[in-house]
């Protein structure tokens, strides 16, 4: 069953932040939150996820990674098309 995650990242690249993105993306089923601040929904675990996109960054570079689920509000998303997506699955 495919849970919805919460993928924040701090890179200190252009090219780092680029293939985190690259890696949120490569699930398929993604919704960007900010620029550093994105869901997705896998049937992965949080650890998995971390070990993923963890290979891609630094090591002095932050990822964390929370499952979501229980409660969520938000102002100025992206667009009509985010919030339906947010709507939906967080």
Known sequence: MANTYIVCFET??????????EGIKSYGFYCPINETTWAVKT??????IR??????I???ERLFVIRS???????N?????HDAWF????
């Open 69 to 75: 689920g229980t409660e969520s509000a938000w102002k």
């Open 77 to 81: 998303s992206y667009g009509p098309k």
């Open 51 to 56: 070990e993923h996109l963890g290979a891609l």
């Open 43 to 48: 049937d992965r675990n949080a650890v998995a």
């Open 58 to 60: 630094g090591p002095t």
């Open 12 to 21: 200190s690249t252009p090219a780092a932040k680029s293939a985190v993105v």
């Open 87 to 90: 709507k939906e699955h967080l």
